[in-house]
């Protein structure tokens, strides 16, 4: 009897302690409104998981600017959270230099790895670490309204050169159209344009040389800006444009008051919901084309512009953080948000279940790229990506001249060696 | 020193020291401690993750002194500053000359005027915001009455900055308004009268009498403006965001866009240390001279 009685108390115990040691809890910070199609599915994966394993996954959201200004403070306090949301590049590189991320190499399996796509995997690995792993790809293009386009007599299959481009903005502009819908007071949408032509006139090969030697003044970032300033004399954009913000962007689209607006993947489901109707533009009134290439360009055609964002692991996060993260961006998952359209998915194969033939273009865009580019403001950090940011509205606003501009992105170069 | 003279002394600083030690640890820890810290930060290049290794010298001050929107903002610091001295301040005193004294609607105008002062500068940031928004404001729709293309205030160079002033000047006018009704109304109404006796009209008594009797409340008000222009920071940030093209900033805006933002802390903290000499010398050289009676 009494031994009996010892018996339960000791496994009891044991059940109390082992319990209690092993069950997690996983804080998790994101930028997911709950409005967001991705959204149901990270409260399934949440379930799932604490399900399956008894952790505990607490979510954490916040906006995207508080999230920016928070975070350096929030991984240096014991409250930091485990996972939490990047864009990649420079930001992520001075996170893991000063020793916030994990290296979580041995607890991701190489056959997770192989799930997904390698190019994506190997954004958030620095100096042989593995410090995150990727949630979706995104690429910047031209949109445009099929009705406007044909009001304005424009043939997009044509434009295939800068010039055609130019040629396209003052046809529409004569039909009385709004040509271009941008969201100044933002910057980041402006500066989409002007490193888009980096992307064409310098190629990969200038960007890594820059980045390694510096020379953001060079000819050719210099030709960017004169091309750019080609555009703004045609006073392409809404009136009032350095006072709207990128959802005001994405609106004016929806509800066409613009022909074409340059931006990311992600103005499919952001041109409805922010349009005035909530229905925005059909996807049969729709369609999306490359940036032109430029005379004299040594990059290629098929190169693009735009994120592999992802998740990353601080420095204190229990194992369990890192198998959360290898459930959440699985196939299960991916295949589902792909057919729903919220996101270009990473994991292999995903792609597939995309329905909608305009993010399949964009799939299929990134797919055939030979160079893809991170967008500049986050890859080169947030002080010379800001001041890219800066230099590109400014451009706009016509206050600045090219070489100003490639001169203040060297300025700022500089100052960071 | 006699035993009685000792014990009132002692009884007289222990009740200092008792009352002194916790205002001046507070003080201490959440002034003194953390502007010696940003001034340590500013000679680093520190972006915010770990501590602060790379030794920079004054490099921090020299891009600032050098940088054309830091040198912009310091003037539209000043501008603020000239406007509501020049203009508020004295539009202040005016209506607080007229509606100072018991007259009819007196309390309803003083409500009205003071209303906006009661308003969160985030709140009032974001109501003009919409207001001049050039397509769904009411700048828009009185334009659009008339017959005409409504501005774009805050999104023209031209015009944002005005657009800013006249925003500075609605929601503070109103306090400097009560201000100068407080130090009125403490006017001895003997003095008053004896002016009307002897002949005074209003203007010879606001002018001869009121004003130089209110000197010391204008003097207070000129100073609180001052430095509410040097902390001007909340009513730009929904309203304009230093934009367009970083040509509205404050001081306080370019620190927090182009150090915290940027995450350059180092120079962050040297934009800190200047805005708080600036406002430091100003301070400590209006007390000594045109406060010093007061």
Not at chain 1, 34 to 61: D, I, L, Q, W
Not at chain 2, 134 to 145: E, L, S
Not at chain 2, 186 to 214: C, F, Q
Request: with cysteine.
């Amino acid at each position: 009897m009494m031994k009996n009685l010892l018996k339960f108390i000791i496994g009891s115990a044991s059940l109390f302690f082992f319990s209690s040691v092993q069950a997690d809890t996983i804080k998790w910070l994101h930028l997911t409104g709950e409005s967001s199609p991705e959204y149901p599915n990270f409260v399934r994966a949440v379930e799932e998981f604490e399900a399956k394993t008894g952790h505990t996954v607490e979510m954490m959201y916040l906006e995207n600017e508080s999230f920016k200004a928070k975070l350096p403070t929030m991984l240096q306090s014991d409250d930091r959270p485990d996972i939490f949301n990047s864009w990649g590049g420079g930001v992520m590189y001075a996170q893991a230099e000063a020793g916030f991320l994990r290296d979580i190499s041995d607890v991701v399996t190489d056959e997770y790895l192989s799930t997904l796509s390698a190019a994506a995997a190997n954004a958030f690995v620095y100096k042989g670490q593995r410090v995150g792993v990727p949630r979706n790809v995104s690429q910047v293009t031209w949109w445009y309204n099929k009705d406007l386009m044909n009001q304005a007599g424009v043939d997009v299959s044509s434009i295939t050169m800068w010039d055609d481009l130019l040629s396209a903005v003052s046809q529409i502009k004569s039909a009385g159209i709004t040509p271009i819908c941008i969201g100044g007071k933002d910057k980041w949408p402006v500066h989409f344009i002007w490193t888009h032509l980096h992307i064409r006139n310098g190629g990969e090969s200038l960007f890594l040389e820059s980045l390694e030697n510096g020379g953001w003044d060079r000819p050719e970032y210099i030709k960017s800006g004169e091309q750019m300033l080609e555009l703004v004399a045609l006073e392409p954009f809404q009136d009032g444009w350095l006072s709207h913000t990128w959802p005001d962007q994405a609106g004016f689209f929806g509800d066409g008051k613009c022909a074409m607006a340059f931006m990311g993947n992600w103005m499919y489901p952001a041109q409805k919901s922010n349009s005035a109707s909530g229905e925005g533009l059909g996807d049969d009134n729709m369609g999306i084309f490359s940036m032109p290439m430029t005379p004299g360009a040594l990059g290629d055609s098929a190169d693009t512009l735009g994120g592999i964002n992802g998740w990353l692991v601080s420095k204190t996060a229990p194992d369990s953080a890192v198998e959360f993260l290898m459930h959440l961006v699985s196939a299960d998952i991916q295949n589902e948000d792909a057919a729903k359209g919220a996101y270009l998915p990473v994991v292999k194969g995903a792609d597939k279940s995309i329905t909608n033939p305009i993010l399949a273009q964009v799939a299929n865009n990134i797919g055939n790229s030979q160079y893809h580019q991170i967008f500049y403001d986050q890859f080169l950090g947030p002080d010379i990506g800001r001041v890219v940011n800066d230099v590109s509205t400014d451009l706009a606003a016509g206050i600045i001249t090219a070489e100003e501009a490639a001169q203040q992105v060297q300025e700022s170069w500089e100052f960071n060696q | 020193m006699n035993s009685a003279k000792y014990n009132a002394l002692l009884s007289k600083y222990s009740t200092l020291v008792i009352f002194i030690i916790p205002a001046l640890t507070i003080f201490t820890m959440f002034v003194v401690l953390p502007i010696i810290e940003a001034a340590y930060y500013s000679f680093y290049r520190w972006d915010g993750y770990g501590d602060p290794n790379k030794y920079v010298g004054l490099k921090n001050y020299k891009y600032l002194f050098k940088n054309k929107t830091f040198i912009l903002s310091l003037k539209n610091n000043f501008y603020i500053i000239a406007i509501s001295l020049f203009i508020q301040l004295p539009f202040a005193l005016l209506v607080a000359l007229m509606i100072s004294d018991k007259i009819r609607g007196a309390n309803f105008f003083r409500t009205v005027f003071f209303l906006p002062y009661i308003l969160a500068e985030i709140v009032t940031g974001l109501i003009w915001a919409y207001i001049y928004d050039g397509n769904y404001g009411m700048v828009a729709a009185i334009w659009n009455f008339f017959g005409a293309d409504p501005p774009h205030m805050i999104a023209e160079k031209e015009t944002a900055m005005i657009a800013l002033y006249i925003v500075i000047f609605w929601k503070y006018f109103g306090i400097h308004m009560m201000i100068y009704i407080a130090g009125l109304q403490n006017i001895s109404k003997e003095v008053l009268e004896a002016a009307r006796v002897d002949g005074a009209g209003p203007i010879t008594t606001a002018w001869r009498i009121k004003i130089p009797i209110i000197l010391p409340t204008i003097r207070l008000s000129v100073f609180l403006s001052i430095l509410g222009a040097l902390q001007l920071f909340d009513i730009i940030m929904p309203l304009t965001g230093g934009g367009p093209s970083n040509q509205t900033h404050s001081m306080v805006t370019y620190l927090y866009y182009f150090g915290v933002m940027r995450m350059k802390f180092g120079f962050g903290s040297a934009i800190g240390v200047v805005i708080f000499l600036i406002c430091f010398t100003i301070a400590i050289t209006y007390q000594r001279t045109l406060m010093r009676k007061d």
